[in-house]
């Protein structure tokens, strides 16, 4: 879809959509990064996969505390999985590999 040929109240909607799904994204992350959530929420619980679902898996978990963006990158080479991989693109394979490795109990 192209911007330009947008109404004015049609972008004005779309950009209020998308400051909402930033702010609760960002709001996601922090919750993480405090520890009020983690993986096995993001996973388990529907609401909060379907805001995670189009985070890349680089940013969701350089959000777990003790976890930042290069240490989210050397799980790619243990893993295998692309971390411009978004979260809910994940196949069952890599899902599984990530559950093993996090401790997360389907």
């Keep these: 879809m ?6 004015p109240q049609a972008r004005k909607k779309g950009l209020k959509k998308a400051r909402e799904v930033k702010k609760s994204r960002a709001q996601l992350k922090d919750c ?7 993986l096995q929420d993001v996973f388990c619980d529907k609401k909060i996969f379907d805001l995670a679902c189009n985070m890349k898996l680089v940013e969701l978990i350089g959000s777990l505390p003790g976890m930042g963006k290069l240490s989210a990158e050397i799980l790619q080479e243990k893993l295998g999985i692309s ?3 978004k979260t809910g693109g994940l196949g069952k394979n890599q899902k599984q590999k990530l559950f093993d490795y996090f401790g997360i109990d389907p």
């Design 2 to 7: 192209s911007f330009h040929n947008l109404s």
């Design 32 to 38: 993480l990064k405090n520890g009020r959530h983690d």
């Design 83 to 85: 971390l411009s991989k």
